[in-house]
Structure formats: structure tokens, C-alpha cells
Nanobody
Framework: VQLQASGGGSVQAGGSLRLSCAASGRSFSSYTMGWFRQAPGKEREFVGYITASGSVTFNANSVKGRFTISRDNAKSTVYLQMNSLKPEDTAVYYC???????????????YGQGTQVTVSS
């Protein structure tokens, strides 16, 4: 599976962005699709995931209530809708694919190349 993330950019605090992650290869619909982010000098952080059946789990400490995840299996694409963005959301965002639901970055088999999100105050 190859993953291609897009949609990053620069926005002011309070703004919105929608990230997309297009997958190529077989069986996209069977994967749990996760989103992670990494800010400069920090470890990669779990953002959320959507299971094959469409259940969504978020990192409640940082993004719950502001971000949503959805998937379109017909297009082999997963989305991360980010609203009410804050400067602390600034990071490189990565999509990833796993065979099972998990918030552990090490459990994901495939990663996209990352897309930069910058939120200014």
C-alpha cells in the first residue's frame, strides 16, 4: 500500500484545513487508517484513526471535538478535517495504515510522506 497525503498549508488560528490521504494498492477498505503528527523537536503524536468499519477514535487530550476523520473506500481515501486550529497544531501530519485499530505508531505498516500544517496566531 502506498499512501499520498495532501492538503496541508498555512492558516490563521481558528481556521480550518482538510487533509486527504489517497491510497494505492489492494484492500484499502480492510485497513485501519490513522493520522499522526510531528512537531519540530517532538516525538510523533497519535491524532486519531478510523477503523475498517468506520469507527473513529481520537487523541482526546489534544484534538477531540475539533477534528474529524472520514473515509471513502470507493476512492481509497481517508480525510482529516481540522477545525478551530491552534498554533500548537502546527506539525507535519502523516497518514498511516494498520491491520488493526491502534494508537501505536510502531504498529502501522505503511506511512505517507507527510504534509505540513502551520497555524499562526
Amino acid at each position: 500500500v502506498q499512501l499520498q497525503a495532501s492538503g496541508g498549508g498555512s492558516v490563521q488560528a481558528g481556521g480550518s484545513l482538510r487533509l486527504s490521504c489517497a491510497a494505492s494498492g489492494r484492500s484499502f477498505s480492510s485497513y485501519t487508517m490513522g493520522w499522526f503528527r510531528q512537531a519540530p523537536g517532538k516525538e510523533r503524536e497519535f491524532v486519531g484513526y478510523i477503523t475498517a468499519s468506520g469507527s473513529v477514535t481520537f487523541n482526546a487530550n489534544s484534538v477531540k471535538g475539533r477534528f474529524t476523520i472520514s473515509r471513502d473506500n470507493a476512492k481509497s481515501t481517508v480525510y482529516l478535517q481540522m477545525n478551530s486550529l491552534k498554533p500548537e497544531d502546527t506539525a507535519v501530519y502523516y497518514c498511516a495504515a494498520s491491520l488493526f485499530p491502534t494508537n501505536s505508531a510502531r504498529s502501522y505498516l505503511y506511512y505517507g510522506q507527510g504534509t505540513q500544517v502551520t497555524v499562526s496566531s
